[in-house]
């Protein structure tokens, strides 16, 4: 079996001191796929830069306390990718791709929105640039599985309030459009909702810090593990882990009947 585990940190200092690398160390996934590190190479401890078991792999954003994503995985990759080939992008660390034999693995962190309208259009700008890397990943016969966060709730069943959030980053109508594109002319599959399709509060991966969002669930799904069909299908659960909070998301956990 192989577990994979995607999880944005809000900060990977501050999930370490709220234990998130004792939950990892209990969890022992295969890999584990982190986004919003929040930290440049040199703030990593020993302990951050390759927790026991695991090798670690970075691409830090070039503003600090900024963005940034990371992958740890049990076995060394065979090659690691930084970036999706865009300046603007990749100076602030949202991509990073582990090959192994059989298998990628990519952790991905797209814009929020939510900030200001130039950060929206700085979204639309990603997911413009990002939607034909994603076609060509689909072309290179490879199996893939994208782990991170999003930022787009697809469905309404994919967030508490949607009728109230219509005009909000994170359920647009054009993000939610790009996304059922990347589906339906790509090919690819998300993999919690193939397992799962009628679920709705237990899917949630991120609350907001305002008010009691979490304490009343009032949530979204905008953390995914996405999956190419030959390694989509071997998914065996999948879970979002809600007991400990390291981070205002989730962790959210897939496991395959696969090995690599």
């Given at each position: 079996?192989?577990?994979?585990?995607?999880?944005?940190?809000?900060?990977?200092?501050?999930?370490?001191?709220?234990?998130?690398?004792?939950?990892?160390?209990?969890?022992?996934?295969?890999?584990?796929?982190?986004?919003?590190?929040?930290?440049?190479?040199?703030?990593?401890?020993?302990?951050?830069?390759?927790p026991?078991g695991?090798?670690?792999?970075?691409?830090?954003?070039?503003?600090?306390?900024?963005?940034?994503?990371?992958?740890?995985?049990?076995?060394?990759?065979?090659?690691?990718?930084?970036?999706?080939?865009?300046?603007?992008?990749?100076?602030?660390?949202?991509?990073?791709?582990?090959?192994?034999?059989?298998?990628?693995?990519?952790s991905v962190?797209?814009?929020?929105?939510?900030?200001?309208?130039?950060?929206?259009?700085?979204?639309?700008?990603?997911?413009?640039?990002?939607?034909?890397?994603?076609?060509?990943?689909?072309?290179?016969?490879?199996?893939?599985?994208?782990c991170?966060?999003?930022?787009?709730?697809?469905?309404?069943?994919?967030?508490?309030?949607?009728?109230?959030?219509?005009?909000?980053?994170?359920?647009?109508?054009?993000?939610?459009?790009?996304?059922?594109?990347?589906?339906?002319?790509?090919?690819?599959?998300?993999?919690?909702?193939?397992?799962?399709?009628?679920?709705?509060?237990?899917?949630?991966?991120?609350?907001?810090?305002?008010?009691q969002?979490r304490?009343?669930?009032?949530?979204?799904?905008?953390?995914?593990?996405?999956?190419?069909?030959?390694?989509?299908?071997?998914?065996?659960?999948?879970?979002?882990f809600?007991?400990?909070?390291?981070?205002?998301?989730?962790?959210l956990?897939?496991?395959?009947?696969?090995?690599?």
């Open positions: 079996m192989l577990t994979i585990v995607s999880l944005n940190l809000n900060g990977i200092r501050s999930a370490a001191s709220k234990g998130v690398f004792t939950w990892l160390d209990e969890t022992r996934a295969d890999v584990v796929c982190l986004q919003e590190l929040k930290a440049q190479a040199s703030d990593l401890s020993p302990t951050m830069q390759a026991d695991y090798h670690g792999n970075f691409h830090c954003a070039e503003k600090k306390g900024y963005s940034g994503v990371g992958i740890y995985s049990g076995r060394k990759p065979e090659r690691i990718v930084e970036g999706i080939g865009d300046a603007e992008f990749d100076a602030e660390g949202r991509y990073l791709r582990a090959d192994f034999a059989n298998l990628s693995v990519i962190y797209l814009p929020s929105g939510s900030s200001s309208p130039e950060r929206q259009e700085a979204k639309f700008r990603f997911m413009e640039k990002f939607f034909p890397l994603l076609a060509g990943l689909r072309q290179e016969g490879r199996e893939i599985v994208i991170g966060d999003w930022n787009i709730a697809h469905h309404p069943i994919d967030l508490k309030n949607w009728r109230g959030n219509q005009k909000n980053s994170g359920f647009l109508p054009e993000e939610r459009d790009w996304l059922t594109r990347v589906f339906a002319e790509q090919g690819w599959i998300d993999v919690y909702r193939r397992l799962y399709p009628e679920a709705s509060g237990e899917a949630y991966t991120w609350w907001s810090n305002r008010g969002a304490a009343n669930n009032v949530g979204w799904r905008i953390d995914y593990q996405i999956a190419s069909p030959g390694i989509a299908a071997k998914a065996l659960r999948a879970s979002v809600k007991d400990r909070r390291f981070s205002d998301h989730a962790p956990t897939v496991d395959y009947d696969w090995q690599i």
